[in-house]
C-alpha cells in the first residue's frame, strides 16, 4: 500500500474512533455503520481520485459531490432525481429534516431515538469531519492540524455525554489521532528512506545539517508523538472546561425523581415525549383533519399506542410480534355482541410536517386501508410504519366501531381472563404504597370494579381538588405520582398514569392510551386536530365490553356516557360535559387552514387539507419552473454517466477528422490516428506502454487483442507508417488511416467478450486522458500563478493564452 493509501485508510479509522464517542447519545448503533459505510466511499473517491494525479481542488469537489449523492441516497431518496440525483426539493427536504432534528434534540432524554432528523445530523456531521480530516491529513499531507476536526467532534460528544465511561470514548479517539500521526510519520520518513535529522532554524557553525545543538537526531516520528501528545492534552481540556450543557440531547421532558440523571423522565422511545411541549406551543399547528359518519365527534378521540408496561421508571410499550395489516381487523378482544355498537367511516388525512411511526385510529378499528409499509400489532390493536414508514401527508380511510355499553353491563361484567388479568395489573414493588391505599381510600364503599373506576375518575376530576397545568415537571415514576398525589398539580400524563396505577393496584386490569382529542370541527364539515389536541387517557379492561375509556383529566377531553356519575335531573353530570357538547357545533372562527395565507400554504405551514382533497391545484408559473428544473436535472443526470462516452467520440472525431495537405499535417494525421488505435486496445483491455516501440506495441496488440488476418496485418501497416514518420530521412506518409483505424476497432470488438464491447463504448478507459488533461492544466496554470506578481488583468490574460505560450 502506498504512503498516501495508508493515510487515507488511517484517516477514515481515526474518524470512525472518534464517532464512536456519540454512541452513548443514542439508542441504536446503527447510525454509526451506516456512517463509516458512507464515510468509506467518500474516503474510497478521495484515494482514487488522488490515485490518478487529480488537482487537489477537483478532488475535494469530487468528494463533496459524492456525499452530497449518498446523504441524497439515503434520507431523500423520493425528492432527488433517479433517487441520488439532488435538486431543488432534495435541499428542501434536508432543511425540514434538520428542523426536526433540531426539534428532536430539544426534547429528547440519552440516549435519544435515532429519528430521521438525528440520523441527517449525526451522519452528515460524521461525514463533514471526515472530509475535512481526508483534505488535511491526506490530500494536504498536514496529519497534525487534522486533529481539530477531530477534537470537535469528540467535544460535542465529551459536552453532552453524562456517562460515567467517557475516558473509554476518550482513549477510541486518542488512539486513532495517534495512528493518523504515526502514518505520516511512516510516510514522510519513507520518502527519505531512512529515519531523517531534524535540521534547526539556524545550524551552528560547523554542525553537519539535519542534526541538532548536541547532535541528537530529532526524528520525525518523535515530533510526531509530541504533537500527539500536545493535542490529546488540549482534547482532554476543552471538554472539562466546557459548561454543562443539562439540556438539548441530554435533557428529558422534566426531571422526575427516578434513579440515574434522568431517572423518572419520560425515556426517548416513549411517544408521551414531546406531548407536554405540544400542550405549551404558543402556535397551535394543525397535524391532521378527518371527515366522520359519526353523529358526534365527543367520543372520537384517535389513539394511536397503548402503554401496557409499567416498571417503576416510566411507562412504555411492550415489545409485541407484528403481521401485515389484514383486510379486516379481527374483533376487539372482549367484546360482546350484546354490547350496542355503531360502525362508523372516517376519511384522515395528516400534515407534512407531522412525523411518527405509529398511526393515528379510532379505536376500536376494523378495517384500515393506507397505502405505504404498515404493519398491524393485534395486543394493543396499532398500526405502525415499517422500515421509515411515517404519518406525513398520509390519507387513509378507517372503519372503526363506537361501543357504547351501558353501566349495568360493566358493573355486572365478570371477571377479566387469568393471563390479561395477570398481566395487566402488575405493578412494581417500588410503587409506594401510599398509592394502593390511597385507591383503596377513594374506592371505599364500592361493590364493583366498575364502581371503583367511577369513582376514581370522580375523584381526580372532581372531588381531589386536583388542578390541571402543564407547566409542571413531566415525571411517570412511582416517586412521581406520589408526589403528584401530593401536589395535586399536573396535565394529562400525571392524571392517567396516576389512575391507571391505582386501578392496578385494585385488581383492575388497566393500561394508558395515547394519541389526540376529537378536535374542533369546521366549516366544511371537517375536524381540524391540533398540537395541543394531544393528550393520554387510561383504558380499564372489562370482560363483555373490552378496554373501555375513562378521562379523569379535568378540563380536558369528554367524560363518555356510561362513566358519568348519577346525577338528579337537570344538573350537569359533568363540569366538563357542557364544554365538550358545545365544542361539538361547528365553530363560526376560522380553522387553522381557513385562515391560512398564501405564503404559509406554499411552505406547507398550514395543516393538513380536508381528506377528499386528494389532488392539489398548482400555480402555473412555479408549475412551468419546475418542469425546467426537472429537465435540466434529468438531462444533467443523463448526460453524466453518459460523459466518458461521448468524450471518446469526440476525441475519436477530431483524431481521424484531420486536414491539411502539408507534410506536418500528414505526420500529424499519422500520429493522431496511432494514438486512436492505442486508446481503442486500451478501451478493450490492452494498456499501453510508452517504452515500447511502435513495431513492438503493434505485435502485442496483435497477440493480446486476438486479431488475426487483415486487422492484424493493418496494425503492423500502422506501426511501420508511425515508424516511417519518426525514423526515416524523408518522412513517408501513407493514406487510408481513418478506414484502417475503423478496421482495426471491428477486429478488437469481434474477438472481445460482449461485456468487454460494452465497456469499451460506455466506460472507455482512456477517457481518463481527459480528466489527466485537465489537472495538468489546472497544476500548470497555478504553478504560473504563483511564479509571478499575479493580478486578475494578468490572471485572465494568462488563461487565455494556450499552453505552450505560457511561458
Known amino acids: 500500500m502506498s504512503g498516501r493509501g495508508r493515510l487515507a485508510l488511517c484517516a477514515y479509522a481515526a474518524t470512525v474512533m472518534t464517532a464512536s464517542a456519540l454512541l452513548p447519545l443514542l439508542d441504536s448503533p446503527g447510525w454509526l455503520v451506516q456512517a463509516a459505510l458512507l464515510l468509506g466511499i467518500q474516503s474510497a473517491v478521495g484515494a482514487a481520485a488522488r490515485r490518478i494525479s487529480l488537482a487537489r481542488l477537483l478532488t475535494v469537489a469530487l468528494q463533496t459531490l459524492v456525499a452530497l449523492s449518498l446523504l441524497t441516497w439515503v434520507f431523500a431518496r423520493g425528492q432527488a432525481v433517479l433517487g441520488v440525483i439532488p435538486g431543488p426539493a432534495t435541499f428542501q427536504w434536508f432543511g425540514e429534516l434538520l428542523a426536526t432534528g433540531g426539534q428532536d434534540i430539544s426534547r429528547y432524554a440519552t440516549p435519544a431515538p435515532t429519528t430521521d432528523g438525528i440520523r441527517l445530523m449525526v451522519v452528515g456531521g460524521v461525514l463533514l469531519i471526515g472530509l475535512c480530516v481526508d483534505v488535511i491529513a491526506v490530500t494536504l499531507r498536514s496529519a497534525a492540524p ?7 467532534l469528540y467535544s460535542v460528544a465529551a459536552g453532552l455525554s453524562g456517562g460515567g465511561a467517557n475516558w473509554l470514548w476518550f482513549l477510541l479517539a486518542a488512539s486513532g489521532f495517534l495512528l493518523l500521526l504515526l502514518a505520516e510519520s511512516k510516510d514522510r520518513v519513507s520518502r527519505w528512506g531512512r529515519v531523517f535529522r531534524g535540521a534547526p532554524a539556524a545550524p551552528p557553525r560547523g554542525a ?104 417503576g421508571t416510566t411507562w412504555k410499550s411492550s415489545e409485541r410480534k407484528v403481521e401485515d395489516v389484514p383486510d379486516r381487523l379481527p374483533r376487539p378482544p372482549g367484546l360482546s355482541p350484546s354490547v350496542k355498537t355503531t360502525a362508523i367511516r372516517t376519511n384522515i388525512t395528516a400534515a407534512g410536517y407531522y412525523e411518527q411511526n405509529w398511526l393515528p385510529l379510532p379505536y376500536p378499528a376494523t378495517e384500515v386501508s393506507i397505502d405505504g409499509r404498515w404493519r398491524f400489532e393485534p395486543e394493543g390493536r396499532t398500526v405502525v410504519g415499517d422500515r421509515g414508514e411515517d404519518t406525513r401527508s398520509a390519507q387513509y380511510t378507517v372503519e372503526s366501531l363506537l361501543v357504547e355499553p351501558t353501566a349495568e353491563q360493566l358493573a355486572q361484567a365478570p371477571p377479566a381472563p387469568a393471563k ?45 381538588g386536583f388542578t390541571y397545568d402543564t407547566q409542571v415537571q ?79 383529566t379535568p378540563s380536558r377531553g369528554n367524560v363518555p356516557q356510561y362513566a358519568q356519575p348519577e346525577t338528579p335531573s337537570g344538573a350537569p353530570s359533568n363540569p366538563t360535559a357542557p364544554e365538550a357538547a358545545a365544542s361539538n357545533e361547528p365553530s363560526a372562527a376560522p380553522s ?16 393538513a387539507a380536508a381528506p377528499q382533497d386528494l389532488a392539489t ?71 499501453p506502454d510508452g517504452s515500447d516501440t511502435p513495431r513492438r506495441t503493434a505485435a502485442r496488440i496483435v497477440r493480446e487483442g486476438q486479431l488475426e488476418g487483415e486487422a492484424a496485418d493493418t496494425v503492423h501497416q500502422m506501426a511501420g507508417a508511425v515508424e516511417k514518420v519518426l525514423y526515416a530521412p524523408h518522412r513517408q506518409v501513407t493514406g ?66 494556450p499552453l505552450r505560450q505560457r511561458s
Open 736 to 801: 487510408g488511416l481513418v478506414d484502417d483505424a475503423a478496421r482495426i476497432r471491428a477486429g478488437l470488438g469481434a474477438a472481445a467478450g460482449r461485456g468487454t464491447r460494452l465497456r469499451a463504448l460506455l466506460l472507455p478507459r482512456s477517457s481518463i486522458r481527459v480528466i489527466w488533461a485537465v489537472s495538468a492544466r489546472w497544476i500548470t496554470v497555478a504553478e504560473r500563478l504563483r511564479a509571478s506578481r499575479w493580478s486578475p488583468a494578468r490572471g485572465a490574460a494568462l488563461l487565455r493564452r
Open 146 to 152: 487534522a486533529g481539530l476536526p477531530l477534537l470537535a
Open 474 to 552: 413531566s415525571g411517570t415514576g412511582s416517586q412521581a405520582i406520589v408526589r403528584f398525589l401530593r401536589d395535586k398539580q399536573g396535565f394529562c400524563i400525571h392524571f392517567s398514569f396516576s389512575m391507571a396505577a391505582m386501578a392496578r393496584t385494585l385488581g383492575i386490569p388497566a393500561r394508558v392510551a395515547v394519541g389526540f382529542t376529537p378536535g374542533t370541527p369546521g366549516a366544511d364539515s371537517t375536524v381540524s386536530v391540533a398540537v395541543r389536541d394531544a393528550h393520554a387517557w387510561p383504558e380499564l379492561y372489562f370482560e363483555g365490553v373490552g378496554w373501555t375509556r375513562f378521562e379523569p
Open 592 to 607: 387553522p387552514t381557513d385562515s391560512c395565507s398564501p405564503e404559509l400554504r406554499r411552505l406547507g405551514e398550514c395543516g
Open 208 to 311: 553537519r545539517a539535519f542534526e541538532s545543538d548536541g547532535g541528537v537526531p530529532l526524528a520525525s516520528v518523535r515530533t510526531g508523538r509530541r504533537i500527539g501528545a500536545l493535542a490529546l492534552g488540549v482534547a482532554l481540556v476543552v471538554p472539562a472546561a466546557l459548561p454543562a450543557m443539562d439540556g438539548g440531547l441530554l435533557a428529558g421532558v422534566g426531571a422526575g425523581e427516578g434513579s440515574g440523571s434522568g431517572g423518572g423522565t419520560i425515556t426517548a422511545v416513549n411517544p408521551l415525549v414531546s406531548l407536554q411541549d405540544n400542550l405549551n406551543q404558543s402556535d397551535n399547528r394543525e397535524v391532521m383533519r378527518y371527515r366522520t359518519s359519526a353523529a358526534g365527534i365527543e367520543d372520537h378521540y384517535l389513539r394511536f399506542v397503548a402503554l401496557d408496561q409499567f416498571d
Open 420 to 464: 390479561l388479568r395477570r398481566e395487566y395489573t402488575r405493578v412494581p414493588d417500588s410503587l409506594p404504597a401510599v398509592v394502593r391505599r390511597t385507591a383503596e381510600n377513594v374506592t371505599r364503599g364500592a361493590n364493583n370494579d366498575y364502581q371503583r373506576a367511577v369513582m376514581l375518575q370522580e375523584w381526580f376530576t372532581v372531588g381531589g
Open 617 to 687: 391545484p398548482t400555480d402555473a408559473g412555479a408549475s412551468a419552473w419546475n418542469v425546467l428544473l426537472t429537465g435540466v436535472t434529468v438531462l444533467v443526470a443523463l448526460l453524466v454517466p453518459l460523459s466518458p462516452m461521448l468524450l471518446r467520440l469526440r476525441i475519436r472525431s477530431r483524431r481521424l477528422g484531420s486536414g491539411g495537405r502539408t507534410e506536418a499535417d500528414a505526420t500529424h494525421r499519422t500520429l493522431a490516428a496511432w494514438h486512436e488505435v492505442l486508446d481503442t486496445a486500451w478501451d478493450h483491455g490492452i494498456a
